[in-house]
């Protein structure tokens, strides 16, 4: 049976911009539960929040010899690693049993989503650690009447304009979406959808569509990503019955980094990114 609604959160380290200013932390994770302490408060009592996963990455963590970010033995450092065992894992088992499924990732810029979901250098992050998975699971199958098709695709949402990032030029305000009429579902006209074979292949095609992505500088980061990225994979089981007919069985799996939250003034961001078109594209293919 599918997985309902989960949500977790994540504490990052201090940047060097924190550091410089001497800032603390006024957050504390312990299982389940977030903490908040005003800290100009003394006394007061902390605000409690509690959330499927509470994941502490802000400190306790080490590089091992290839440059991953690895917990110090006796620590609750949550890896990238972790993460996507108790995140990424269940959106591919809810794709191998036949299921839609997407995972968001949402907060201020500089909050760390794209690290989660995309990751830097070694510290991979959800999608190519979902895509890695994906396709351990095709190349270790040896059922003869089973067999597997991935499609990949990748477009962001920018000024209500979606553009294909597998495509250097874009059509002059953006790709159309579209609703199939006979089953309601949104999606996007002219979009590549790129069939690969390999982790390797799909590698390449995320960091093509990483170099096309819309980025700027703001107070908080310098290297923002301002607008919503989706990463779409469908994954197809093509199985033969009894009688040696073929069916298929199709999953189309949505990882989505969004854009930045905060407020363009306060934050002066030099680039401006509408949500409107967002919510009927992403969620079309949930079920």
């Not at 920018?158 to 553009?163: A, F, L, W």
């Amino acid at each position: 049976m599918a997985e309902s609604v989960k949500v977790a959160v994540r504490v990052r380290p201090f940047n060097q911009r924190e550091k410089d200013r001497g800032s603390k932390c006024c957050i504390k994770m312990q299982n389940k539960t977030t903490s908040i302490q005003n800290l100009d408060q003394t006394g007061s009592e902390p605000k409690l929040f509690t959330f499927d996963f509470s994941y502490w990455s802000h400190d306790s963590f080490e590089m091992d010899d290839k440059g991953v970010s690895q917990p110090i033995p006796g620590s609750s450092y949550a890896s990238q690693r972790i993460v996507f065992d108790d995140l990424g894992q269940g959106v591919l088992n809810n794709a191998y049993e036949g299921f839609n499924t997407s995972l968001f990732a949402y907060g201020q810029t500089g909050a760390g989503k794209s690290y989660s979901m995309v990751g830097y250098g070694p510290n991979k992050g959800i999608v190519p650690i979902t895509c890695d998975e994906l396709f351990k699971t095709v190349e270790g199958n040896t059922n003869a009447d089973l067999k597997y098709c991935v499609s990949f695709s990748m477009l962001e949402i920018y000024n209500e304009q979606v553009r294909d990032l597998l495509q250097k030029q874009n059509p002059k305000g953006g790709l159309p979406v579209r609703q199939n009429p006979s089953i309601g579902a949104f999606y996007v006209q002219g979009l590549t959808k790129q069939v690969v074979g390999s982790y390797r292949e799909i590698e390449a095609k995320m960091d093509e569509g990483t170099s096309n992505r819309t980025v700027a500088s703001t107070a908080m980061n310098a290297t923002s990503s301002r607008a919503h990225t989706v990463v779409t994979i469908q994954f197809d089981q093509i199985k033969k019955n009894e009688v040696g007919e073929e069916t298929k069985r199709t999953s189309i799996i949505n990882l989505v980094d969004l854009a930045g939250s905060e407020k363009r003034k306060k934050y002066r961001l030099r680039l401006c990114v509408d949500t409107t078109a967002f919510p009927r594209l992403a969620l079309s293919s949930c079920p």
